[in-house]
């Protein structure tokens, strides 16, 4: 009987040993934070050059952490961009590749057999939410955030409809929750205040389990819009300023994909890009009070270079910095983006990389944190050496990139060596050009005349870089109603 209940006790601690180390691994997995601005150019933060207005939150980060100076978007637009990231993949293979838009709201879904890096995450046991902007599938559709390993989604589940910050509504999950505040012509409750306090208590309800929490935010996308409280700061500091007729209360527009109306677009765009700023020094700082900062690695980065639209101005405040183009361009300006690691602890303060890596590298990066095996069928190549300042990291065979509208676009970097292709659908406008980032960052000089050699390599490069996709050819989007 002595024995039996010997092995009994044996057998009992060794389970609740187990259980307890079981424990002990699953709050050791870092929990992940990833914020995503909405068309914010290279040269928009401080700490990246900017000095028409300040990011201290952001340059602090910086100044507590990593800076990359060569990180790229997925694409130069908004949905493909958030598809590379997502799954890994360059926009050569991930599903999403353009901006086709579904009506009355949404865009094009990805499709059920998608796998994404929230899907990854949440199998490996981490509380997974999005607060923000999705774009990835309309409401209710197989590419709705729900569908696509987010436990918790609130915000805009379109991106036209995310062009306007007081909407008529947003999305809780599958909940189409009605801002009773905007309702008529009333422009009071501002989406991107409600979404940030989501996203707060989202950290706040999963302190103790590990969690991955993606934030795309809106800002600071066309509409320059913001309250009044956000704007007195910067009213009369930036002369000249530049005003922007747009759409009015009475407009079919109106709280529907088209840009409202600001007469002090400088202050405004300033405001935002502040407001961006003290938003992502409160995750910073929620995450230090609840005793998590040691165990969570925040990432922050842009979806694509800075915009023309809704009266903005990007030459005024050098938004690409040394860069050349902009939005919906494959040069530099339109999709290299800043990208700051934070990391107490693990990632040494105050550090800078050059290594190149884009948005694909994210779900490996991700993997490798928690500590699980990336899907095969990706693209991505973990960066997390260059995190921990670490040797042993993989570099690019080269980087790829397609966009779908303005006659069809690609660019593809190897090395130093970039290529750029422009209306590629018309034979008889096409242009290749080859640029030495090495020596002309602002990609001024075309030396593919002097170099037929390496233009002849990239081309080959090219061909093999994509796989043909039955929805996203090399088309004008479609609206699909």
């Known amino acids: 009987m002595k024995v039996v209940l010997f092995f009994l006790v044996v057998l009992l601690f060794a389970g609740s040993s187990c259980q307890r180390q079981s424990q002990t691994e699953e709050l050791q997995k870092p929990n992940i934070v990833y914020i995503l601005a909405d068309d914010l150019g290279y040269g928009d933060l401080g700490c990246y050059g900017q000095s028409r207005f ?6 602090k980060m910086a100044g507590e952490g990593m800076l990359f100076t060569q990180h790229y978007a997925g694409c130069t637009v ?48 981490y509380v997974t939410g999005g607060f923000g902007k999705w774009g990835l599938g309309y409401p209710g559709s197989e590419g709705d955030a729900n569908m696509q390993g987010f436990d918790e989604f609130y915000g805009y589940n379109c991106q036209r409809m995310a062009h306007n910050y007081y909407p008529s509504h947003l999305w809780n999950n599958q909940e189409k929750i009605i801002m009773q505040e905007n309702t008529g012509a009333n422009l009071s409750e501002y989406a991107a205040d409600s979404i940030h306090q989501h996203a707060l208590q989202f950290i706040e309800k999963n302190k103790d389990k590990p969690f991955f929490l993606y934030y795309p935010s809106t800002i600071p996308h066309a509409e320059l819009l913001l309250p009044e409280k956000y704007m007195k700061e ?25 840009y409202g109306t600001q007469p002090q677009g400088h202050a405004a765009f300033a405001a935002m890009v502040g407001l961006l700023d003290k938003q992502v020094g409160e995750v910073l700082a929620k995450l230090k009070d609840l005793g998590l900062d040691d165990n969570t690695i925040v990432i922050f980065s ?31 300006g339109g999709i290299r983006e800043p990208m700051i690691a934070w990391w107490p602890g693990k990632i040494k303060p105050g550090t800078k990389s050059d290594h190149i890596s884009a948005f694909w590298d994210v779900m490996p990066t991700a993997a490798e944190l928690a500590g699980i ?13 260059t995190l921990l300042s670490e040797s042993g990291q993989k570099e690019h065979d080269y980087l790829y990139w397609e966009f779908h509208e303005k006659g069809g676009r690609k660019a ?23 640029y030495d980032l090495s020596t002309d960052i602002g990609e001024e000089h075309n030396v593919a005349d002097e170099h037929p050699e390496i233009v002849k390599e990239l081309l080959e490069l090219i061909k093999s870089a994509r796989t043909e996709s039955e929805v996203f050819t090399f088309q004008s989007p479609t609206i699909i109603k």
């Open 54 to 59: 300040q990011t201290p939150n952001l340059d």
């Open 78 to 125: 908004c949905a493909p961009s958030r598809s590379s990231l997502m799954t890994g993949q360059t926009t050569g293979h991930t599903p999403i590749r353009g901006n086709k838009e579904w009506q009355p709201e949404g865009q094009w879904p990805m499709s059920d057999s998608t796998f994404t890096m929230a899907e990854m995450l949440k199998e490996a046991g």
């Open 234 to 258: 910067y009213k009369g500091k930036l002369l000249p300023e530049k005003s922007f007729k747009g759409a009015e209360p009475g407009d079919p527009g109106f709280r529907n994909g088209s």
């Open 302 to 332: 842009s979806d694509n270079g800075p915009h023309l639209e809704g009266g903005a101005d990007p030459d005024y405040f050098n938004s690409n910095g040394p860069l050349k183009g902009y939005k919906r361009d494959v040069y530099e």
């Open 412 to 434: 593809l970097r190897k090395g130093n060596w970039k290529l750029v292709q422009n209306n590629v659908l018309d034979p008889k406008k096409k242009t290749t050009e080859l």
């Open 373 to 385: 095996k990336a899907p095969d069928n990706i693209d991505g190549i973990s960066f997390l050496p």
